[in-house]
Nanobody
């Protein structure tokens, strides 16, 4: 079985930073890509970014590009999301995703078979 557990969420003022971590267990770290998504109240789940295992390539959603960065440590089975220059509109539940399935774009939530429980990020103005 596969488990993903996010941590690091919390309350931060606008302009501040947070670092989220996703600890993976099971077979998931054979996943080619691991991603982060977020969902704000009343909105659809949104792609934040992902990292590919093969080349370490990263991709980001337009709303976070230049402010967020993703890294992974295969030895520790973790993926991290560093969030800088946070804005109130970044407030959401952030989810880690793994188990990439070919045939979908990395930005598509359907591409991922496994999900964490989510961690709340709240940015105050």
């Amino acid at each position: 079985q596969v488990q993903l557990v996010e941590s690091g969420g919390g309350l931060v003022q606008a302009g501040g930073s947070l670092r989220l971590s996703c600890a993976a267990s099971g077979r998931t770290f054979s996943s080619d890509a691991m991603g982060w998504f977020r969902q704000a109240p009343g909105k659809e789940r949104e792609f934040v970014g992902c990292i590919r295992r093969s080349a370490g390539s990263t991709y980001y959603g337009d709303s976070v590009k230049g402010r967020f960065s993703i890294s992974r440590d295969d030895a520790k089975n973790t993926v991290s999301l560093q969030m800088n220059s946070l804005k109130p509109e970044d407030t959401a539940v952030y989810y880690c995703a793994a188990g990439y399935r070919g045939g979908y774009a990395y930005t598509n939530e359907q591409a991922y078979a496994y999900w964490g429980q989510g961690t709340q990020v709240t940015v105050s103005s």
